[in-house]
């Protein structure tokens, strides 16, 4: 049975399956929900938010490109937040005891920090599929909090990517 689970969530399709089978296992185990975002710095979001314009003005002026950074960053937090929210919003509709926390810096690290921290019975989190040098060059999030987590850990598989050269049919291979 589980107590406390920790939810590892970002505003994507994965994410948003993540958070459904979240609810699922709350409900039916009558269990505490923390959802968790990460903002990373490898993220898409943040180097989206970290690149500042380089006309003229932002050029000449630094403390405008300073400014301009801390805008985009205080927004892309913001829009994390207002995630949370509306996730815990839709869990606590659900008679779920759910709360969130909002976190900077690498996301596989944290998870199981703050699995241990908060003592949770379960970790649930998303699967991206990557593979190979994608996944040696990147990193696993997945891969490294399935190996390192102080308790279970549930991951949801996302799309897998397929190609035709990665699938071989009997007739290629008698072929070659």
């Known amino acids: 049975m589980f107590n406390k689970i920790l939810v590892a969530?970002?505003?994507?399709?994965?994410?948003?399956?993540?958070?459904?089978?979240?609810?699922t296992l709350t409900s039916s185990n009558n269990a505490k929900l923390l959802l968790l975002h990460v903002?990373?710095?490898f993220d898409d979001d943040y180097l989206a938010a970290s690149r500042m314009q380089t006309d003229e003005a932002y050029t000449n002026?630094?403390?405008h490109g300073v400014e301009y950074y801390m805008r985009q960053w205080e927004a892309l937090k913001q829009k994390g937040i207002e995630?949370?929210?509306?996730?815990?919003?839709?869990?606590?509709a659900k008679d779920i005891n759910a709360e969130f926390t909002q976190e900077v810096g690498d996301p596989s690290r944290l998870i199981?920090?703050?699995?241990?921290?908060?003592?949770a019975d379960l970790i649930i989190m998303g699967r991206r599929g990557r593979s190979g040098l994608s996944e040696f060059f990147l990193g696993s999030v997945?891969?490294?909090v399935l190996h390192n987590a102080p308790c279970s850990v549930l991951t949801v598989q996302g799309a897998i990517p397929t190609t035709k050269n990665t699938l071989m049919t009997a007739s290629t291979v008698s072929s070659v």
């Not at 970002?10 to 459904?20: A, D, L, R, Y």
């Not at 995630?83 to 606590?92: D, Q, S």
């Open 61 to 63: 002026f630094h403390t």
């Open 83 to 92: 995630f949370l929210t509306l996730l815990t919003n839709r869990a606590i």
């Open 39 to 41: 903002i990373s710095p």
């Open 142 to 144: 997945s891969n490294y």
């Open 9 to 23: 969530v970002n505003n994507t399709e994965i994410g948003q399956q993540v958070f459904e089978e979240a609810l």
């Open 112 to 119: 199981c920090e703050m699995a241990r921290t908060w003592k």
